[in-house]
């Protein structure tokens, strides 16, 4: 059985840091790409971060240059570091195993609050 389950995340003030990350089971990790999307209170889905074939990463505008993703195949992980966080990043971040039909599984996805 796919599972992907979030970790991490939380309260913090603008201009801090947060780290989530997505421990993956139940199927061959070293095999799929993988990528990290976002969804703000009342808004529709962001992509935010993933990964290409041959392990290059890629990053929306809204993000670059403050966050970097991550993957530890050795521990079935990928992580998305977040730096400078923004008000306008918070929003329920969710791991997805990527296909070429699409995004086939999801994780039940981790509240990142950007507050003062």
């Known amino acids: 059985q796919v599972q992907l389950v979030e970790s991490g995340g939380g309260l913090m003030q603008p201009g801090g840091s947060l780290r989530v990350s997505c421990a993956a089971s139940?199927?061959?990790?070293?095999?799929?790409?993988m990528t990290w999307v976002r969804q703000a209170p009342g808004k529709g889905l962001e992509w935010v971060s993933g990964f290409a074939a041959g392990g290059r990463t890629y990053y929306s505008e809204s993000v670059k240059g403050r966050f970097t993703i991550s993957r530890d195949n050795a521990k079935n992980t990928i992580s998305l570091q977040m730096d400078r966080l923004k008000p306008e990043d918070t929003a329920l971040y969710y791991c997805a195993r990527v296909k070429e039909s699409g995004l086939d599984a999801w994780g039940q996805g981790i509240l990142v609050t950007v507050s003062s």
């Open positions: 139940g199927f061959t990790f070293t095999t799929y790409s």
